[in-house]
Nanobody
Framework: QVQLVESGGGSVQSGGSLRLSCAAS??????????MGWFRQAPGKQREGVAA???????NYADSVRSRFTISQDKENDTVYLQMNSLKPEDTAMYYC??????????????????????????????WGRGTLVNISS
Protein backbone atom coordinates (compact mmCIF):
# COMPACT_ATOMS: atom_id res chain seq x y z
CA GLN A 1 0.00 0.00 0.00
CA VAL A 2 1.35 3.40 -0.98
CA GLN A 3 0.49 6.44 1.08
CA LEU A 4 0.86 9.90 -0.41
CA VAL A 5 1.04 13.00 1.75
CA GLU A 6 0.71 16.45 0.23
CA SER A 7 2.01 19.61 1.84
CA GLY A 8 2.80 23.20 0.97
CA GLY A 9 -0.66 24.58 0.48
CA GLY A 10 -1.71 27.89 1.97
CA SER A 11 -3.16 31.30 1.34
CA VAL A 12 -1.36 33.81 -0.84
CA GLN A 13 -2.28 36.85 -2.85
CA SER A 14 -2.74 36.85 -6.57
CA GLY A 15 0.62 36.84 -8.32
CA GLY A 16 2.29 34.93 -5.53
CA SER A 17 3.93 31.51 -5.52
CA LEU A 18 3.58 28.23 -3.67
CA ARG A 19 5.45 24.95 -3.87
CA LEU A 20 3.48 21.81 -3.21
CA SER A 21 5.15 18.56 -2.21
CA CYS A 22 3.88 15.01 -2.36
CA ALA A 23 5.82 12.43 -0.38
CA ALA A 24 5.30 8.71 -0.92
CA SER A 25 5.47 6.32 2.01
CA UNK A 26 7.26 3.59 0.14
CA UNK A 27 9.79 3.49 -2.60
CA UNK A 28 7.08 3.87 -5.18
CA UNK A 29 9.51 5.39 -7.62
CA UNK A 30 10.98 1.91 -7.83
CA UNK A 31 8.14 1.11 -10.21
CA UNK A 32 9.71 0.54 -13.57
CA UNK A 33 6.90 2.53 -15.12
CA UNK A 34 4.55 4.97 -13.45
CA UNK A 35 2.45 8.05 -13.84
CA MET A 36 2.26 10.72 -11.18
CA GLY A 37 -0.03 13.66 -11.33
CA TRP A 38 -1.42 16.68 -9.57
CA PHE A 39 -5.14 17.21 -9.70
CA ARG A 40 -7.34 19.87 -8.17
CA GLN A 41 -10.93 20.37 -7.23
CA ALA A 42 -12.47 23.76 -6.57
CA PRO A 43 -15.65 24.10 -4.49
CA GLY A 44 -18.66 23.13 -6.56
CA LYS A 45 -16.59 21.98 -9.50
CA GLN A 46 -15.37 18.68 -10.84
CA ARG A 47 -11.83 17.50 -10.34
CA GLU A 48 -9.45 18.50 -13.11
CA GLY A 49 -5.97 17.53 -14.12
CA VAL A 50 -3.19 20.02 -13.49
CA ALA A 51 0.14 18.37 -14.32
CA ALA A 52 1.58 14.91 -14.80
CA UNK A 53 5.01 13.31 -14.99
CA UNK A 54 6.21 9.84 -15.89
CA UNK A 55 9.19 7.66 -15.06
CA UNK A 56 11.18 9.24 -17.86
CA UNK A 57 10.64 12.75 -16.59
CA UNK A 58 8.26 13.66 -19.39
CA UNK A 59 5.68 16.23 -18.32
CA ASN A 60 2.33 17.57 -19.39
CA TYR A 61 0.24 20.46 -18.14
CA ALA A 62 -3.29 21.74 -18.36
CA ASP A 63 -3.50 24.76 -20.65
CA SER A 64 -4.69 26.88 -17.75
CA VAL A 65 -1.42 26.41 -15.84
CA ARG A 66 1.13 25.89 -18.60
CA SER A 67 4.06 28.30 -18.27
CA ARG A 68 3.07 29.08 -14.65
CA PHE A 69 3.35 25.67 -12.96
CA THR A 70 6.23 23.18 -13.02
CA ILE A 71 6.04 19.55 -11.96
CA SER A 72 9.23 17.79 -10.95
CA GLN A 73 10.31 14.68 -9.09
CA ASP A 74 13.00 13.59 -6.69
CA LYS A 75 13.30 9.86 -7.16
CA GLU A 76 15.77 9.34 -4.35
CA ASN A 77 13.36 10.86 -1.85
CA ASP A 78 10.14 9.59 -3.46
CA THR A 79 8.74 13.08 -3.72
CA VAL A 80 7.02 14.98 -6.49
CA TYR A 81 6.71 18.74 -6.49
CA LEU A 82 4.46 21.33 -8.05
CA GLN A 83 5.96 24.78 -8.26
CA MET A 84 3.17 27.27 -8.80
CA ASN A 85 3.97 30.82 -9.87
CA SER A 86 1.84 33.78 -10.89
CA LEU A 87 -1.06 32.35 -8.98
CA LYS A 88 -4.57 33.50 -9.78
CA PRO A 89 -7.79 33.39 -7.77
CA GLU A 90 -9.07 30.72 -10.15
CA ASP A 91 -6.24 28.45 -8.95
CA THR A 92 -8.00 28.20 -5.59
CA ALA A 93 -8.76 24.53 -4.94
CA MET A 94 -7.84 21.43 -3.02
CA TYR A 95 -4.80 19.92 -4.70
CA TYR A 96 -4.27 16.18 -4.75
CA CYS A 97 -1.38 14.09 -5.93
CA UNK A 98 -1.80 10.60 -7.29
CA UNK A 99 0.37 7.79 -8.58
CA UNK A 100 -0.35 4.90 -10.85
CA UNK A 101 1.83 1.87 -11.48
CA UNK A 102 2.05 -0.56 -14.35
CA UNK A 103 -1.67 -0.80 -15.09
CA UNK A 104 -2.10 2.95 -14.93
CA UNK A 105 0.51 3.28 -17.66
CA UNK A 106 -2.11 2.21 -20.17
CA UNK A 107 -2.84 5.92 -20.13
CA UNK A 108 -0.21 8.50 -20.92
CA UNK A 109 0.52 11.75 -19.15
CA UNK A 110 -1.47 13.39 -21.93
CA UNK A 111 -4.47 11.19 -21.26
CA UNK A 112 -4.50 12.03 -17.56
CA UNK A 113 -4.47 15.77 -18.17
CA UNK A 114 -6.15 16.26 -21.55
CA UNK A 115 -8.35 13.22 -22.18
CA UNK A 116 -10.05 12.05 -19.00
CA UNK A 117 -11.69 8.66 -19.16
CA UNK A 118 -15.47 9.01 -18.87
CA UNK A 119 -14.82 12.63 -18.03
CA UNK A 120 -13.03 11.70 -14.82
CA UNK A 121 -9.59 13.20 -14.39
CA UNK A 122 -7.23 10.81 -12.71
CA UNK A 123 -9.27 7.74 -13.56
CA UNK A 124 -6.86 4.84 -13.40
CA UNK A 125 -4.51 6.21 -10.78
CA UNK A 126 -3.89 3.68 -8.02
CA UNK A 127 -3.22 5.85 -4.98
CA TRP A 128 -4.28 9.31 -3.88
CA GLY A 129 -3.27 11.70 -1.16
CA ARG A 130 -5.74 13.56 1.03
CA GLY A 131 -5.00 16.90 -0.51
CA THR A 132 -3.63 20.27 0.44
CA LEU A 133 -5.67 23.46 0.23
CA VAL A 134 -4.56 26.38 -1.92
CA ASN A 135 -6.37 29.68 -1.55
CA ILE A 136 -5.53 32.64 -3.74
CA SER A 137 -6.95 36.03 -2.88
CA SER A 138 -7.30 38.88 -5.37
Amino acid sequence: QVQLVESGGGSVQSGGSLRLSCAASVHSFAFSRYRMGWFRQAPGKQREGVAAIDEGGNTNYADSVRSRFTISQDKENDTVYLQMNSLKPEDTAMYYCAIGGQEACVSTIFDYIDYPIDGIYGYGMDYWGRGTLVNISS
